[in-house]
């Protein structure tokens, strides 16, 4: 779901604001964040030496921030929509993997939480802006 704080109203009518790069795009900026949450956790103790885990769940989190960033770069409404959901995939995976740290005691029910609500809102934010796009008459700016 799309943040209110996203929104404007003019003359009644809820308009978003306008996004003139991929770092003006809030599930963009909470992708990133998350992103510095699972290099951080994997960075650390008995986490950092499983080498395999970590670079599955870092990728599948550098995944979301870029493919955000690749689908708006494209400049067309439906390519974004694809890309989003690629993005909104990679949340649902680097989740996944966050269990995996947990079950394994890499990283404490704390921080397992916080980075999944990170990962879960970024997921949330990507579903409601892809709803947005689809039922948007936007098109993208290739088509201008």
Known sequence: MIHISDWKTIDGKEKMSKIEKFEDIKS???AREATRIIFDLS??????KDFTLV????RSSISIMS???EGFERGGDKEF???LSIAKGSCGEARSQLYIAFDRNYIT????????????ETGKLIG??????KKSKLRG???K
């Open 28 to 30: 963009w900026q909470l």
């Open 43 to 48: 960075s650390e103790g008995r986490f950092a």
């Open 55 to 58: 670079n599955q769940i870092r």
């Open 67 to 69: 493919n955000i960033a």
């Open 81 to 83: 929509v694809n890309f």
């Open 109 to 120: 029910e704390a921080e397992f939480s916080s980075a999944y609500e990170k990962l879960n």
């Open 128 to 133: 409601g802006f892809m709803n947005y796009l």
């Open 141 to 143: 700016s290739k088509f």
